[in-house]
């Protein structure tokens, strides 16, 4: 049965279209790894079950039309002026993703769309790349064209940086492209290899949004550049340095005097890609409660190195700390603000759910809060058309 939120009853109420097809994706939950993508390090994380669909058509005109549901905004643009954005609304999204792909050779005819999402909207969960990877799912399979999901993830990480203006890594759209439910995914961006280690049977993630959103180009940007100088003082020091990501914790402190006033950062990177590689052992090897751990460690590194939390998250996860059902909590994503994520016994979810979001209800309103279900990956659903 259509809801009155079905992006394909959306579609014909909005431009009078059926659609032919339904691509979806999920957004991303940061487990560990914080900042390491752009420094060609290691990230554990996973997609979510909350997703953004898009019911596609061939548009009637010269123009794409594109409705959102959750912004309720239509936009309209012709395929040649793509790329001509107003930086940071969603319509920018939509348009610099199909400027992307006509930029890789996609040959892209009108469409007419209609956008649905789920995942919270600037929390740290990546609705944007939902958004990204659905739109770019649907729109090569509308126009007949295949790209591998690491390229999915390309396209949809140059669109991002292109609406945003931050030098943002692949890690949102890489988990949205090969999230499997159930299961962690563990990626390095040298390689871009990736393998899916299992979410421990018994344990889940309580998310509780820190209510603080904030835009975060500038700030990322200059984290970015910090690691970046640093990495290049080490390049001139020690052999087979590239990014921080070659870097153990104790050359980094070797050379702590040569990186001067970028050492915070760069110690933050180094030792999040280290805390990742033990992260997956301890997983391995059953040992959540030391995993739990290297979550309290993550936060502690945003606090006091990166600098890249903010007031409502250090509560949320004071909170954690002092509770004896939760192994292990954090920041998760960009920081700044979003959301924190929690590891709890399966069986102790709901109830420390509710008593988190009871402790931080402010004027009679909990937080956004949930008990994470791990999704999956793209899917295209192709319909019948109606004759
Ligand atoms: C944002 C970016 C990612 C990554 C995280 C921090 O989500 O989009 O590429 O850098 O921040 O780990």
């Given at each position: 049965?259509?809801?009155?939120?079905?992006?394909?009853l959306?579609?014909?109420?909005?431009?009078?279209?059926?659609?032919?097809?339904?691509?979806?994706a999920s957004?991303r939950?940061?487990i560990?790894?914080?900042?390491?993508?752009?420094?060609?390090?290691?990230v554990?994380s996973?997609?979510?079950?909350?997703?953004?669909?898009?019911?596609?058509a061939?548009?009637?005109?010269d123009?794409?039309?594109?409705?959102?549901?959750?912004?309720?905004?239509?936009?309209?643009?012709?395929?040649?002026?793509?790329?001509?954005?107003e930086?940071?609304?969603?319509?920018?999204y939509?348009?610099?993703?199909?400027?992307q792909l006509l930029?890789r050779g996609?040959?892209?005819?009108?469409?007419?769309?209609?956008?649905?999402?789920?995942?919270?909207?600037?929390?740290g969960?990546?609705?944007?790349?939902a958004?990204e990877v659905?739109?770019?799912t649907?729109?090569?399979?509308?126009?007949?064209?295949?790209?591998?999901?690491?390229?999915?993830?390309?396209?949809g990480?140059?669109?991002?940086?292109?609406?945003?203006?931050?030098?943002t890594?692949?890690?949102?759209?890489?988990?949205?492209?090969?999230?499997?439910?159930?299961?962690l995914?563990?990626?390095?961006?040298?390689?871009?290899?990736?393998?899916?280690v299992?979410?421990p049977?018994?344990?889940?993630?309580?998310?509780?949004?820190?209510?603080?959103?904030?835009?975060?180009?500038?700030?990322?940007?200059?984290?970015?550049?910090?690691?970046?100088?640093?990495?290049?003082?080490?390049?001139?020091?020690?052999a087979?340095?590239s990014?921080?990501?070659?870097?153990?914790?104790?050359?980094?402190?070797?050379?702590?005097?040569?990186?001067?006033?970028?050492?915070?950062?760069?110690?933050?990177?180094?030792?999040?890609?280290?805390?990742?590689?033990?992260?997956?052992?301890?997983?391995?090897?059953?040992?959540?409660?030391?995993?739990?751990?290297?979550?309290?460690?993550?936060?502690?590194?945003?606090?006091?190195n990166?600098?890249?939390?903010?007031?409502?998250?250090?509560?949320l996860?004071?909170?954690?700390r002092?509770?004896?059902?939760?192994?292990?909590?954090?920041l998760?994503?960009?920081?700044?603000?979003?959301?924190?994520?929690?590891?709890?016994?399966?069986?102790?979810?709901?109830?420390?759910?509710?008593?988190?979001?009871?402790?931080?209800?402010?004027?009679?309103?909990?937080p956004?809060?949930t008990?994470?279900?791990?999704?999956?990956?793209?899917?295209?659903?192709?319909?019948?058309?109606?004759?």
């Amino acid at each position: 049965m259509p809801t009155n939120h079905d992006p394909v009853l959306r579609l014909r109420q909005a431009f009078g279209q059926e659609a032919s097809l339904v691509s979806s994706a999920s957004g991303r939950l940061e487990i560990l790894g914080n900042h390491t993508d752009y420094n060609e390090g290691f990230v554990l994380s996973c997609a979510v079950e909350q997703r953004c669909q898009v019911a596609f058509a061939i548009a009637p005109g010269d123009k794409c039309l594109v409705w959102s549901e959750d912004l309720d905004e239509a936009i309209a643009f012709r395929l040649d002026q793509a790329g001509d954005v107003e930086p940071r609304r969603w319509g920018g999204y939509v348009r610099c993703v199909v400027d992307q792909l006509l930029r890789r050779g996609i040959k892209l005819k009108p469409f007419a769309a209609a956008i649905r999402s789920s995942v919270p909207l600037s929390a740290g969960m990546s609705s944007s790349a939902a958004l990204e990877v659905a739109l770019i799912t649907g729109l090569l399979k509308l126009s007949g064209a295949e790209l591998s999901p690491g390229d999915i993830a390309r396209v949809g990480q140059a669109a991002e940086s292109a609406a945003t203006g931050a030098r943002t890594g692949l890690m949102d759209q890489l988990t949205s492209c090969l999230g499997r439910p159930d299961q962690l995914v563990l990626s390095e961006y040298r390689g871009l290899s990736v393998r899916h280690v299992a979410m421990p049977a018994g344990y889940a993630w309580v998310v509780v949004d820190s209510g603080e959103k904030h835009d975060l180009s500038q700030e990322y940007n200059q984290r970015r550049a910090a690691c970046e100088r640093a990495a290049a003082v080490l390049a001139k020091l020690e052999a087979g340095v590239s990014t921080l990501r070659d870097v153990s914790p104790a050359t980094l402190e070797r050379h702590a005097a040569a990186i001067g006033e970028d050492l915070p950062f760069a110690r933050h990177v180094v030792e999040e890609c280290d805390r990742v590689l033990r992260g997956e052992k301890l997983l391995l090897a059953g040992d959540t409660a030391a995993f739990g751990q290297l979550l309290f460690d993550s936060h502690l590194s945003s606090q006091n190195n990166f600098r890249n939390s903010c007031l409502g998250l250090d509560r949320l996860v004071g909170f954690a700390r002092q509770d004896r059902r939760c192994l292990g909590a954090r920041l998760s994503g960009g920081g700044f603000g979003g959301v924190s994520i929690h590891l709890v016994k399966a069986s102790d979810a709901e109830a420390y759910a509710a008593d988190i979001a009871k402790a931080f209800t402010r004027d009679g309103k909990e937080p956004w809060h949930t008990i994470a279900r791990i999704g999956g990956g793209p899917s295209v659903n192709e319909l019948r058309i109606k004759s």
